[in-house]
């Protein structure tokens, strides 16, 4: 299992427990963490293609912005705006250790 399959699952058992913890149960609450986690996987695959092709494309007049980015941010928004509703918190991140050094990658 890749780093990401087991983030996504932690990722789907911490908002299933928040639910739970609320006392908010339903199969439709169940389908909307699906509809969460598949906009968590767009949101990835966004990143990758930011990654390798680069935070600007080649356009008909010059480079242009890569449209992964502004697809990233509608994503990331409609994220945030199904945990609001529903009342619950992102998962938290691994600490960043010390050691490990950041770049602007990171952000992206």
Do not use: F
């Not at 199904?82 to 010390?98: Q, W, Y």
């Amino acid at each position: 299992m890749s780093r990401q399959d087991s983030l996504r699952n932690e990722i789907e058992r911490d908002l299933t427990k928040q639910l739970k913890e609320k006392e908010v149960v339903g199969a439709h609450y169940e389908d909307i963490i699906q509809d969460y986690l598949s906009l968590w996987d767009l949101k990835c695959k966004l990143r990758e293609d930011i990654r390798t092709t680069g935070i600007s494309v080649p356009g008909m007049h010059g480079p242009k912005s890569n449209p992964s980015i502004n697809d990233m941010h509608k994503t990331n928004d409609r994220m945030l705006k199904i945990l609001e509703a529903l009342g619950l918190k992102a998962s938290p991140v691994e600490p960043i250790k010390p050691e490990e050094k950041r770049s602007a990658n990171d952000l992206i």
